[in-house]
């Protein structure tokens, strides 16, 4: 029953901006932390960001500090990662997920329970 469902990826120059959305169905979503990853073909899939539940606290991947911010909508059960500063190496797949909080560490794909199906995102050079 539960659904993850991004969207806002697409084409964009080096440099440029996008804004990805993740939209949460089927769970209390206040109660659930939520983390963005990204998987380029032939790579790993790789921690991008995560946003703790009712109180909002974000964490990034060292890759991305500074260019991406994470944040939430809860009473629309949706979050976002608003994207800036892209390069050709932000080029990749990317997931939204969904995990109960706890104290689990947020980089590790593997504590969370729900993935969207994910929106690709491709930063020309």
């Known amino acids: 029953q539960v659904q993850l469902v991004e969207s806002g990826g697409g084409l964009v120059q080096t440099g440029g901006s996008l804004r990805l959305s993740c939209a949460a169905s089927?769970?209390?979503?206040?109660?659930?932390?939520m983390g963005w990853f990204r998987q380029a073909p032939g790579k790993d899939r790789e921690f991008v960001s995560a946003?703790?539940?009712?109180?909002?606290?974000?964490y990034y991947a060292d890759s991305v500090k500074g260019r991406f911010t994470t944040s939430r909508d809860n009473p629309k059960n949706t979050v976002y990662l608003q994207m800036t500063s892209l390069k050709p190496d932000d080029t990749a797949v990317y997931y939204c997920?969904?995990?109960?909080?706890?104290?689990?560490?947020?980089?590790?794909?593997?504590?969370?329970?729900?993935w969207g199906q994910g929106t690709q995102v491709t930063v020309s050079s």
């Open positions: 997920a969904a995990r109960r909080v706890g104290s689990s560490r947020y980089s590790d794909g593997a504590n969370y329970n729900h």
């Open positions: 089927g769970l209390s979503f206040t109660w659930y932390d």
């Open positions: 946003i703790t539940g009712s109180v909002p606290r974000p």
